[in-house]
């Protein structure tokens, strides 16, 4: 369990108990099913839960990767339902295949199951959860495309333009990821992205506003220099 590295955080004197071989007591408010860090978080990304689901899903021969994810895209319908409503607790995160039986969630457990299924689809996508400060959707980069999706049918695209300038890039940018938070009815104070990640990777940021604007945009100007290399 990826949970298991933070449990000792909170011992002192925990070299004198291993020593002695005493025995740790100790009170803790763990939660499995409600991650504090991206490590807890990466484990409720399963692609092999939702192996058969995607396997139902016809896609068109000779579609490109971007046609094909907007179409899962039309596969992750919720009913919105509070973690209180489904579970009587506060915060609980569901897995894929928790959400898949109990059919309704919130934003975390529609994510979970997004990028579950678009992983499944391709595993070598760039597509993350991404968690943000009261909020969490997902975030797909495919070739100079930087999409985000959300529940209720939301989508945002964003393009590198190579003809313009960084900065003009980093204002296109901006200007994306707040029309975004403006459709969804986010405010901008809340805007703040602690991190991106899949099964395999977690991208993490310093203030995630600014630099997660660099990072886009610096994602999008290597993109074009190494196809420019290869040409």
């Known amino acids: ?51 058969e689901r995607l396997s139902k899903i016809k896609f068109e021969e000779n579609a490109s990767d971007l046609d094909n994810v907007d179409k899962l895209f039309g596969y992750t319908y919720m009913n919105y339902v509070t973690d209180n409503g489904n579970f009587g607790e506060f915060e609980y995160w569901q897995t894929p295949k928790d959400f898949m039986n109990t059919k309704g969630g919130d934003c975390e457990d529609w994510a979970i199951y997004a990028v579950s299924l678009i992983r499944a689809y391709n595993p070598n996508l760039n597509c993350y959860a991404a968690r943000w400060l009261t909020h969490m959707n997902v975030l797909c980069i495919i070739e100079d495309k930087f999409i985000i999706m959300d529940q209720e049918e939301v989508k945002k695209t964003f393009t590198f333009d190579e003809e313009l300038s960084l900065q003009d890039n980093e204002v296109n940018a901006r200007s994306w990821r707040n029309k975004y938070f403006e459709t969804y009815g986010i405010g901008s104070d809340e805007r703040r992205l602690f991190y991106l990640f899949n099964e395999n990777e977690i991208i993490e940021f310093e203030n995630g506003q600014e630099d997660f604007i660099n990072w886009i945009v610096n994602k999008g100007f290597n993109y074009y220099n190494e196809l420019n290399s290869q040409a």
């Open 1 to 51: 369990m990826p949970f298991v590295e933070f449990w000792t955080w909170n011992i002192s004197n925990l070299d004198y108990y291993l020593e002695n071989d005493e025995l740790v007591e100790f009170n803790t408010d763990f939660n499995p099913r409600s991650p504090e860090y991206a490590e807890a978080a990466q484990g409720f990304i399963r692609p092999y839960e939702v192996e």
